[in-house]
């Protein structure tokens, strides 16, 4: 009973389908406080789905989550709407708004909350600085280098305070020395503030820059769960074989 | 939102959709009412009307062959070896859509005076009209097109290239492109059957004039609408099956984004062909008849009577249009943000919008006139009034707006609204802050287009303006026949100038917008 209420998230029995076909069949996946998990998956397993369902942005069709000991989504009723879960998202295409600057997208992402003008002010100063990017504050999107944006977008997560976010493989586009210095970046940022991390990615470079866990998606379930250093050692799944000998040839 | 709200969402949002699509034909309500009930002193199916009708035909066969001669190459050629920036000569070949065919009529009527060849010039009855039209007419498939090329993949074209170079390049982009760019060409023909201008000026029979004179000249409001229906019966007829055949491609052209479109590629041949064809193209469908304009108008100069006509049409002229199209903006915007959750919506939607544009304009003018004869005074402010020219034409012209604002929509990224959800940030908030200004050179665009193809649109006016408040285009048709050519003239030349104007003001200001969002 204290292992339930200890987990950030869990999701359980999910069942998700496009039309006919079913994308997530039975799909359970658990996330402590503070961990940071890699979820891996062939293209079009459903990965992005299970992030979209524990985000509230989708509801399965059967199935719980359950967020913080709440339950945030029963079936196809969402109890819990996507902004009171304590859940923050950086989108693949990072889904910053392009008409506004980078202070401005932080701020409207903040409206939600209903803070006061200063505290808002000061929430913006403050994610601006952690992330290194003050001096870009009245700069547009469109202005900035892939690096600067993957910043901006997660800048703007950030300042949510969420107790878990979730990544849908937004460092894709980086070239590699940028993506470390990203993925330096948030390790760094995890540890301060304490946040839980699910990164959707196929990328052995992301998983070991800053994941200590990895799950396996495959059939529309979790085929695979454990540390990471277990996984490599002993990988149960097809996909999991493949990434560890890839990640091994390094 | 849960499953079942979703669904009711949904519901809501098309029937919302379909209440705006019920307005816009609510106008041609009462003529079909007048058509069945009223009694006339005059045959529908006299020898003149079935003359008039078949030679209609025959011009929007002309029509649409003549544009789609011209557009599918032009199109082809701008999408795959047009100039990568400042696509200026593309945008201005929407130039002759926006103008009157009458006005470009009577620049062609006034080139022999430039001493061009006489068998040639100037060119009169069916050929003239013919001519004229599918000229004015070109740029639609011209656009489609391009649209359809530019939608797609830049490696699609690639591995063409390197299959097959660039015969293959065009043979595969032209078969891709085939359906759209015919689609637009029956339209353009479509649409040519309810425009009586050129034809007038030609002297060339046609439905559109037979209606006009059966309301105007012969006073028979039931004669006339049920020569509209006649009319609107055959768009509906012709439109049917090019809908059914051509709807995926149009809508797949017209309203899908393309995340990697072709790149223009660099060949100096086919690069320059397609330069020279789109200069070409203007210079027949604009500057020859400009230039006819301007010869009178420089010979016998009539500017100052030109301006006081300009000066005293202008108030009404700016009620028309900019009513019209804030009317036809705001309700495409609210349409195309209905339409942006649904495939299914959005095809339904543009079918049904193909639908209205093809309908005679005529159809829902006379429906107004019948419904002002039988209201009560103290509804003459809707029926008798500017407002009531400005609403007609706006919504006769929310397709126009409806399709620019689905595709400016379409362009929007489903994370944008994501995101939003996600941070809690209000819906209306959302609306204000990202939507609108994101889709505001749309929105620019939009309402220019609309207020000048709603000045052009002399039919709706004639049939419905006050008394004493013609709009400048209809000033120029009226005076045309019994006034001296030099002013007939400096007032065409005065309209061109000023559309020309007002696109290249639209088309810096969203240039400028967008620009702002990329630099600043």
């Given at each position: 009973?204290?292992n339930v209420?200890t987990r950030l998230l869990q999701c359980r029995?999910l069942?998700?389908?496009?039309?006919?076909?079913?994308v997530l069949?039975?799909a359970a996946l658990d996330v402590e406080a503070g961990e940071s998990l890699a979820l891996l998956g062939k293209s079009g397993s459903g990965k992005s789905t299970l992030l979209r369902i524990i985000a509230g942005l989708e509801?399965?069709?059967?199935?719980?989550v359950v967020i913080d000991?709440?339950?945030a989504?029963?079936?196809?009723?969402?109890?819990?709407?996507?902004?009171?879960r304590g859940v923050a998202m950086v989108f693949q295409d990072l889904a910053?708004?392009?008409?506004?600057?980078?202070?401005?997208?932080?701020?409207?992402?903040?409206?939600?909350?209903?803070?006061?003008?200063?505290?808002?002010?000061?929430?913006?100063?403050?994610v601006?600085?952690l992330c290194e990017?003050?001096?870009?504050?009245?700069?547009?999107?469109?202005?900035?280098?892939g690096g600067q944006q993957q910043r901006v977008a997660l800048a703007r997560a950030l300042a949510m305070r969420p107790e878990l976010l979730l990544l849908d493989e937004p460092l894709g586009g980086l070239d590699l020395l940028t993506k470390v210095s990203v993925l330096g970046q948030l390790a760094r940022l995890r540890h301060e503030l304490g946040f839980a991390v699910v990164l959707v990615t196929h990328d052995s470079v992301e998983v070991q820059g800053l994941c200590d866990s990895l799950a396996v998606l495959e059939g529309g379930r979790i085929v695979e769960r454990g540390r990471l250093e277990d996984v490599v050692a002993n990988p149960v799944s097809e996909l999991g074989r493949a990434f560890v000998a890839t990640m091994l040839q390094m | 939102?849960?499953?079942?709200?979703?669904?009711?969402?949904?519901?809501?949002?098309?029937?919302?959709?379909?209440?705006?699509?019920?307005?816009?034909?609510?106008?041609?309500?009462?003529?079909?009412?007048?058509?069945?009930?009223?009694?006339?002193?005059?045959?529908?199916?006299?020898?003149?009307?079935?003359?008039?009708?078949?030679?209609?035909?025959?011009?929007?066969?002309?029509?649409?062959?003549?544009?789609?001669?011209?557009?599918?190459?032009?199109?082809?050629?701008?999408?795959?070896?047009?100039?990568?920036?400042?696509?200026?000569?593309?945008?201005?070949?929407?130039?002759?859509?926006?103008?009157?065919?009458?006005?470009?009529?009577?620049?062609?009527?006034?080139?022999?005076?430039?001493?061009?060849?006489?068998?040639?010039?100037?060119?009169?009855?069916?050929?003239?009209?013919?001519?004229?039209?599918?000229?004015?007419?070109?740029?639609?498939?011209?656009?489609?097109?391009?649209?359809?090329?530019?939608?797609?993949?830049?490696?699609?074209?690639?591995?063409?290239?390197?299959?097959?170079?660039?015969?293959?390049?065009?043979?595969?982009?032209?078969?891709?492109?085939?359906?759209?760019?015919?689609?637009?060409?029956?339209?353009?023909?479509?649409?040519?059957?309810?425009?009586?201008?050129?034809?007038?000026?030609?002297?060339?029979?046609?439905?559109?004039?037979?209606?006009?004179?059966?309301?105007?000249?012969?006073?028979?409001?039931?004669?006339?609408?049920?020569?509209?229906?006649?009319?609107?019966?055959?768009?509906?007829?012709?439109?049917?099956?090019?809908?059914?055949?051509?709807?995926?491609?149009?809508?797949?052209?017209?309203?899908?984004?393309?995340?990697?479109?072709?790149?223009?590629?660099?060949?100096?041949?086919?690069?320059?062909?397609?330069?020279?064809?789109?200069?070409?193209?203007?210079?027949?469908?604009?500057?020859?008849?400009?230039?006819?304009?301007?010869?009178?108008?420089?010979?016998?100069?009539?500017?100052?009577?030109?301006?006081?006509?300009?000066?005293?049409?202008?108030?009404?002229?700016?009620?028309?249009?900019?009513?019209?199209?804030?009317?036809?903006?705001?309700?495409?915007?609210?349409?195309?943000?209905?339409?942006?959750?649904?495939?299914?919506?959005?095809?339904?939607?543009?079918?049904?919008?193909?639908?209205?544009?093809?309908?005679?304009?005529?159809?829902?003018?006379?429906?107004?006139?019948?419904?002002?004869?039988?209201?009560?005074?103290?509804?003459?402010?809707?029926?008798?009034?500017?407002?009531?020219?400005?609403?007609?034409?706006?919504?006769?012209?929310?397709?126009?707006?409806?399709?620019?604002?689905?595709?400016?929509?379409?362009?929007?990224?489903?994370s944008?609204?994501?995101a939003?959800?996600l941070?809690?940030?209000?819906?209306?908030?959302?609306?204000?802050?990202?939507?609108?200004?994101?889709?505001?050179?749309?929105?620019?665009?939009?309402?220019?287009?609309?207020?000048?193809?709603?000045?052009?649109?002399?039919?709706?006016?004639?049939?419905?303006?006050?008394?004493?408040?013609?709009?400048?285009?209809?000033?120029?048709?009226?005076?045309?026949?019994?006034?001296?050519?030099?002013?007939?003239?400096?007032?065409?030349?005065?309209?061109?100038?000023?559309?020309?104007?007002?696109?290249?003001?639209?088309?810096?200001?969203?240039?400028?917008?967008?620009?702002?969002?990329?630099?600043?």
């Amino acid at each position: 009973m204290e292992n339930v209420v200890t987990r950030l998230l869990q999701c359980r029995d999910l069942l998700f389908r496009f039309g006919e076909q079913p994308v997530l069949d039975g799909a359970a996946l658990d996330v402590e406080a503070g961990e940071s998990l890699a979820l891996l998956g062939k293209s079009g397993s459903g990965k992005s789905t299970l992030l979209r369902i524990i985000a509230g942005l989708e509801v399965p069709e059967r199935g719980e989550v359950v967020i913080d000991g709440n339950i945030a989504t029963s079936g196809a009723r969402l109890l819990i709407p996507p902004h009171h879960r304590g859940v923050a998202m950086v989108f693949q295409d990072l889904a910053l708004w392009p008409n506004l600057s980078v202070a401005e997208n932080i701020r409207l992402g903040l409206s939600g909350l209903r803070l006061s003008r200063r505290e808002c002010d000061e929430r913006i100063e403050d994610v601006l600085r952690l992330c290194e990017i003050d001096d870009l504050a009245r700069r547009r999107p469109a202005s900035l280098s892939g690096g600067q944006q993957q910043r901006v977008a997660l800048a703007r997560a950030l300042a949510m305070r969420p107790e878990l976010l979730l990544l849908d493989e937004p460092l894709g586009g980086l070239d590699l020395l940028t993506k470390v210095s990203v993925l330096g970046q948030l390790a760094r940022l995890r540890h301060e503030l304490g946040f839980a991390v699910v990164l959707v990615t196929h990328d052995s470079v992301e998983v070991q820059g800053l994941c200590d866990s990895l799950a396996v998606l495959e059939g529309g379930r979790i085929v695979e769960r454990g540390r990471l250093e277990d996984v490599v050692a002993n990988p149960v799944s097809e996909l999991g074989r493949a990434f560890v000998a890839t990640m091994l040839q390094m | 939102m849960d499953f079942a709200a979703r669904t009711t969402a949904a519901r809501r949002r098309g029937l919302i959709a379909a209440a705006i699509l019920a307005l816009a034909i609510a106008p041609a309500i009462p003529l079909l009412i007048a058509a069945l009930r009223g009694s006339s002193d005059y045959s529908l199916w006299s020898d003149v009307f079935i003359k008039a009708l078949l030679a209609s035909l025959s011009l929007a066969t002309g029509v649409a062959v003549v544009s789609l001669g011209l557009g599918l190459p032009l199109g082809l050629l701008a999408a795959l070896y047009g100039p990568r920036r400042r696509p200026i000569l593309l945008v201005a070949q929407a130039l002759p859509l926006l103008l009157p065919s009458f006005l470009l009529a009577i620049g062609w009527r006034h080139l022999p005076a430039v001493g061009l060849p006489k068998g040639l010039f100037p060119p009169s009855g069916f050929g003239g009209a013919a001519l004229v039209m599918g000229l004015q007419a070109a740029p639609l498939p011209l656009l489609a097109t391009w649209a359809a090329c530019r939608n797609l993949t830049a490696s699609q074209i690639d591995a063409a290239r390197l299959h097959g170079g660039e015969r293959i390049v065009l043979t595969r982009a032209a078969m891709a492109c085939a359906p759209v760019a015919i689609v637009a060409a029956l339209l353009a023909g479509i649409l040519s059957l309810s425009d009586p201008g050129a034809a007038q000026v030609f002297r060339c029979p046609s439905a559109a004039m037979e209606i006009r004179t059966s309301f105007a000249a012969l006073g028979d409001r039931v004669l006339a609408a049920r020569q509209c229906l006649v009319m609107a019966g055959l768009a509906l007829l012709l439109t049917a099956p090019v809908l059914l055949v051509g709807l995926p491609h149009l809508a797949a052209a017209v309203l899908a984004r393309q995340t990697r479109p072709v790149v223009p590629y660099r060949h100096r041949l086919l690069g320059g062909a397609g330069q020279a064809g789109l200069v070409a193209l203007l210079l027949v469908a604009v500057g020859l008849p400009a230039l006819g304009l301007c010869l009178p108008a420089i010979e016998r100069p009539m500017f100052a009577r030109a301006a006081k006509t300009v000066l005293d049409t202008a108030p009404a002229t700016l009620a028309y249009t900019l009513g019209a199209a804030a009317v036809a903006v705001s309700l495409a915007t609210v349409l195309a943000l209905l339409t942006m959750h649904s495939l299914r919506l959005r095809l339904a939607v543009l079918a049904a919008l193909m639908v209205l544009l093809a309908l005679p304009p005529a159809l829902g003018a006379i429906g107004v006139v019948h419904a002002a004869t039988v209201a009560p005074p103290w509804l003459d402010w809707l029926t008798r009034s500017r407002l009531t020219v400005a609403v007609v034409l706006g919504l006769r012209l929310l397709p126009v707006a409806a399709v620019a604002m689905m595709r400016a929509v379409g362009s929007l990224s489903p994370s944008w609204s994501d995101a939003a959800s996600l941070c809690g940030v209000p819906k209306r908030r959302f609306l204000y802050r990202v939507t609108i200004p994101v889709l505001m050179p749309t929105i620019l665009i939009g309402l220019l287009l609309v207020a000048v193809l709603a000045a052009a649109d002399v039919t709706t006016t004639q049939l419905l303006y006050p008394p004493g408040r013609a709009s400048l285009p209809l000033a120029v048709l009226t005076i045309m026949a019994n006034s001296p050519e030099g002013l007939v003239a400096s007032l065409s030349l005065l309209y061109l100038l000023g559309v020309v104007l007002l696109m290249l003001v639209a088309t810096m200001l969203s240039a400028w917008l967008l620009r702002k969002w990329k630099t600043s």
